[in-house]
């Protein structure tokens, strides 16, 4: 115990000094491509051997056109070229999932196309190319002042300003142009897309590969698991992004990354590029206490129930199994994200750290009355109105996490956008109702009706327990007296006489949209009811928690790096491109333990259990290992499967590569590690690890496993 606030004093000590001042080791940073030169003799320090121009550039082809958004919420990477996109298998999953039946289980056995013609489209999947991004800072404050409300300030940005500029740079519907906020509205960027539409799967390993380990392994190191998948990106023959279409051509790569097989030693430099979701390392402690008592708990306890009902019919029937694991994956992953950030939090005593850190701004604060006039009162308008947050906070959670995972309730809130508009008189454009006709079959292509009633049925019975009754909807009084309290007799019957549960029914209606049929729908009409309750309790409170938070993020960001003046930041994710960059290294969890730095093939042999559907070794493996037949890919014996760095991800960077000095690929990160699972929220420079796929690993699946030679002949693969 002693030992570990010893250590974490330290950490602490190191942390309020550490990142980038300039001349310290980096490692902490998510940095913008845009800026990257301002690191770059750091860079060069750590081994880079390219050029801030080789990394971003808009006059030439650099790293950034080899780095994709892959649907809205994973990394991928061009790695030929001819458009072949390298990502990771749970990113993939939903897709391998969608083609899967169970006479053709290409989630159990894996998939590789033997020509482009056996590629497999997948409507709904987007990759984005990142044309450019330019700093538009200048021309939003000048629209902007500082007497402004926030309520005033935020309808302007998000009403005018940024409208403005994403429509000029758009150039009439040729890019997808996107102003993003940084330091919390301190500076704007504009980041500016081609969205390719027509992206086909073209390998996946099984399961037993490309998840090996399931949710006991994730979120952890040691790590043994091969999480890739490949696609390709089509374009039409004139070379402009298109709808699927037997027409289109491979995509020409500007950039391409060739793969580096020479393999990694500890302190090689390391960096990542892609597309991290979002970090908030500028959360006070109210917030993060908000996290650790609330959030956190409730998430914990209504994913639990769920996952315990989905499982329960998964393993009772096939069919099921497949509809639902890519959404079980889903929920599962986060599940144990949100336990581990809470064990994390109390081991590293992150509430007392924030807290320090407070103090030490106040110092800082209080020593100047011109400082004191404009940051005085963060902390304490942050604090009540995180007070005040918390009395609705389990309500909003519980619409999220309660009503929101009924599959049908979600239906009606995907719905329910577009019944706002027909109910405010304006009209949906035939384009929208087309997207709700994919949306609703979608969900309807995965959906168990009975699944759904349980699991509704459950987590409503828990609403009933733990909000107050007067958060809660009429609906709960004529569950109690109508139905004495059988909820699952109560759903029976609300969403077997709704038009959502008829997929037909439901095309048709959505064709001929009219919000007062919709209206009369029993289960749209709960969804309604639900959320009228909800909005009537939470709005005023929520809306006045978002703006105060809005505010003094703003000027506690804005106050720390005139504090720290001689220190580089870099903005909190928020789904654009960033480059963090580091070097591969091994760590120690805790006390008295070190973990190595590479695993190996050694290593799955060791997990392997027959018995245990997530250690299951495909017999393919089994033969390969005993013969040690890792061919160009094995080294001193045995084959490297995974890797660590000290780089700096967080969600939504699965799937990005990791590149050498060189600017070759040597890996796919693919997950943090159960030590840090504190780190979207502070950054902790020893324990923080980022796990990859090592390329050899990769290369060895697709060559040894699965005799891909036509995929591997594309590769461009350095010795
Ligand atoms: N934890 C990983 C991430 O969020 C996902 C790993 C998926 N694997 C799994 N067993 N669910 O990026």
């Not at 590479?598 to 018995?611: H, N, Q, S, V, Y």
């Not at 089994?622 to 037949?629: F, I, S, T």
């Amino acid at each position: 115990m002693k030992k570990i606030q010893y250590c974490f004093l330290i950490v602490v000590l190191l942390a309020s000094v550490r990142g980038n001042v300039k001349g310290t080791p980096p490692d902490e940073g998510m940095w913008l491509p845009l800026l990257i030169s301002q690191n770059f003799s750091e860079m060069q320090r750590l081994g880079l051997k390219l050029t801030p121009e080789q990394i971003y550039s808009i006059n030439q082809s650099s790293l950034k056109d080899a780095i994709v958004h892959f649907g809205g919420g994973c990394t991928g990477e061009i790695i030929s070229p001819e458009g072949l996109l390298l990502t990771n298998h749970h990113c993939g999953y939903g897709q391998i999932q969608s083609h899967s039946t169970v006479e053709n289980d290409y989630l159990t056995n894996g998939f590789w196309a033997k020509s482009k013609k056996e590629e497999l489209p997948n409507e709904g999947l987007v990759v984005s190319f990142l044309e450019r991004i330019e700093d538009v800072t200048e021309r939003v404050k000048r629209q902007l002042s500082d007497d402004m409300s926030e309520i005033e300030r935020q309808q302007k940005l998000q009403t005018q300003i940024i409208p403005q500029i994403e429509k000029e740079a758009s150039q009439g519907g040729k890019y997808r142009a996107v102003v993003k906020e940084m330091y919390a509205g301190s500076e704007f960027y504009l980041f500016v897309y081609q969205d390719y539409k027509d992206v086909r799967l073209v390998g996946a390993p099984p399961e037993s590969i490309g998840k090996f380990g399931g949710d006991t392994d994730n979120w952890m190191w040691p790590r043994h698991t091969g999480d890739f998948t490949l696609f390709r990106v089509y374009m039409a023959p004139d070379g402009s992004p298109a709808e699927y279409s037997p027409n289109n051509v491979p995509y020409r790569s500007k950039h391409y990354l060739p793969i580096s097989a020479k393999g990694i030693q500890k302190n090689d430099f390391a960096m990542i590029m892609g597309y991290p979701g979002r970090t908030n390392r500028y959360l006070t402690s109210y917030e993060v206490e908000q996290i650790f008592e609330q959030d956190n708990p409730l998430r914990i306890k209504l994913r639990e129930k769920r996952l315990a009902l989905m499982k329960e019919d998964m393993d009772a029937d096939p069919i099921i199994r497949i509809k639902y694991a890519s959404k079980y994956a889903a929920i599962s992953n986060y599940y144990k994200y949100f336990i581990g950030q809470n064990k994390g939090l109390r081991r590293l005593r992150t509430i007392e750290y924030k807290r320090e850190q407070e103090q030490k701004f106040m110092e800082w604060v209080n020593a100047d009355p011109q400082r004191k006039q404009r940051y005085g009162k963060i902390f304490q308008e942050m604090k009540e109105a995180v007070e005040q947050n918390r009395t609705i906070n389990p309500t909003n959670i519980y619409f999220r996490e309660a009503v929101l995972a009924s599959e049908l309730l979600l239906l009606a809130h995907r719905l329910s956008f577009t019944y706002d508009k027909l109910v405010s008189g304006k009209k949906p454009t035939q384009e929208e109702l087309e997207d709700l006709k994919e949306m609703a079959a979608k969900i309807h292509k995965d959906y168990n009706y009975a699944t759904d009633i349980k699991i509704t049925s459950a987590l409503f019975q828990m609403y009933e327990k733990d909000i107050p009754k007067e958060h809660q909807p009429e609906v709960f009084q004529l569950i109690q007296k109508k139905y004495k309290g059988n909820y699952k007799a109560f759903f029976e019957k609300t969403f077997g006489a709704s038009i959502l549960k008829d997929p037909k029914k439901l095309e048709n209606f959505i064709t001929n949209f009219d919000h007062k049929v919709l209206e009369k729908d029993p289960a749209f009409k709960l969804y309604l009811d639900i959320r009228t309750k909800v909005r009537s309790v939470v709005t005023t409170i929520s809306q006045n928690y978002e703006l105060t938070r809005l505010k003094n993020t703003r000027l506690y960001i804005e106050g720390l790096r005139k504090m720290h003046s001689n220190k580089l930041f870099y903005p909190d994710a928020n789904s654009t491109m960033r480059l963090t960059y580091g070097k591969v290294l091994d760590y120690k969890p805790m006390d008295a333990v070190h973990f190595d730095y590479i695993t190996t093939i050694d290593g799955i042999f060791e997990k392997e259990d027959p018995t245990n559907p997530e250690f299951i070794v495909p017999s393919k493996l089994a033969e390969l290992y005993k013969k040690k037949d890792y061919g160009r890919w094995g080294s001193n014996g045995t084959l490297v499967t995974c890797f660590i760095t000290d780089n700096d991800i967080t969600g939504g960077n699965s799937g990005s590569p990791v590149i050498n000095g060189e600017g070759h690929l040597i890996g796919v990160a693919f997950d943090g590690n159960w030590e840090a699972m504190t780190g979207d929220i502070v950054f902790d420079k020893e324990l923080k690890r980022t796990i990859c796929v090592d390329a050899r690993y990769v290369l060895f699946i697709i060559d040894k496993f699965a005799g891909a030679t036509n995929i591997l002949k594309e590769l461009d693969i350095r010795y």
